[in-house]
Nanobody
Framework: QLALVESGGGSVQAGQSLRLTCKAS????????MGWYRQAPGTERDLVAM????????TYADSVKGRFTISRDPAYDTVYLQMNTLKPEDTGVYLC????????????????WGRGTQVTVSS
């Protein structure tokens, strides 16, 4: 089993920064990939960023490229999301996810989810 716990959300003004942290725990170690999705009220979850086990293959949504940076500490099964120059449209619940698919699987497929942390950006 794998549990994901997010932290670091909050309410900030546009232009400010936040750093999200997601810690994985349980009997499954070092997921093939981990990442973040965002869900705004009344919308589906959208990919924000994903990263491979050793920090390779970072992928970002176009809307956050150049502003957000995903990183991972595989020794501690932890993934981070540094969010700079935040905009009101970044508001939502940020959910951490883990991809447990086999190493050769193309692309990223999240199958485990955290409960999320709220990020609110006001103008």
């Amino acid at each position: 089993q794998l549990a994901l716990v997010e932290s670091g959300g909050g309410s900030v003004q546009a232009g400010q920064s936040l750093r999200l942290t997601c810690k994985a725990s349980g009997s499954i170690h070092s997921p093939r990939a981990m990442g973040w999705y965002r869900q705004a009220p009344g919308t589906e979850r959208d990919l924000v960023a994903m990263i491979g086990r050793a920090g390779e293959g970072a992928t970002y949504a176009d809307s956050v490229k150049g502003r957000f940076t995903i990183s991972r500490d595989p020794a501690y099964d932890t993934v981070y999301l540094q969010m700079n120059t935040l905009k009101p449209e970044d508001t939502g619940v940020y959910l951490c996810c883990a991809d447990l698919s086999p190493a050769q699987t193309p692309g990223y497929y999240c199958s485990r989810w955290g409960r999320g942390t709220q990020v609110t950006v006001s103008s």
